[in-house]
């Protein structure tokens, strides 16, 4: 665990300039278009956020009851966490494509949710696991 801030410091810069990626990418999409995002996504959002909550709750019952080895829960919480950010990545790059979204914001997206994956990859490499 020493590695731990450098590690947190690292994953925290990453979703940063992630978030800044895609906060300039949308600014320069038109008024349409960034209605749309909002509309597009806002109709999953319950059924997603419950899927992130059962991940969460199934990893603190293994661990409160000890279901499984502690190394094994959260090498398949980590598994199973990287799955659900894909699918979702996959999912928003869909639509965004259905909708015609400008490919400039595709790119940005991409580019964003890549940035995403690599902090939380070097988070994980950081701390050894």
């Known amino acids: ?3 731990y801030m450098p590690a947190l410091i690292v994953l925290l810069a990453f979703l940063l300039f992630s978030r800044l990626v895609n906060e300039k990418a949308i600014k320069k999409l038109e008024i349409d278009k960034k209605a749309a995002l909002v509309d597009i996504f806002s109709q999953n959002r319950s059924w997603t ?3 992130l909550i059962a991940i969460f709750a199934f990893y603190f019952v293994s661990i ?3 279901l499984l080895d502690f190394y094994w829960t959260n090498i398949i919480y980590i598994i199973v966490l ?3 950010m ?3 990545a996959v999912y928003a790059f869909r639509k965004l494509k259905e909708h015609d979204f400008p490919a400039t914001y595709i790119s940005s ?3 964003s949710t890549f940035l995403r994956f690599l902090g939380l ?3 994980l490499v950081l ?3």
């Open 109 to 111: 997206y991409i580019l």
């Open 49 to 51: 956020l419950g899927i």
């Open 86 to 88: 894909a699918a979702m």
């Open 127 to 129: 701390l050894g696991v």
């Open 64 to 66: 409160n009851y000890e």
């Open 1 to 3: 665990m020493e590695n």
């Open 82 to 84: 990287f799955i659900y």
């Open 121 to 123: 990859g070097l988070f």
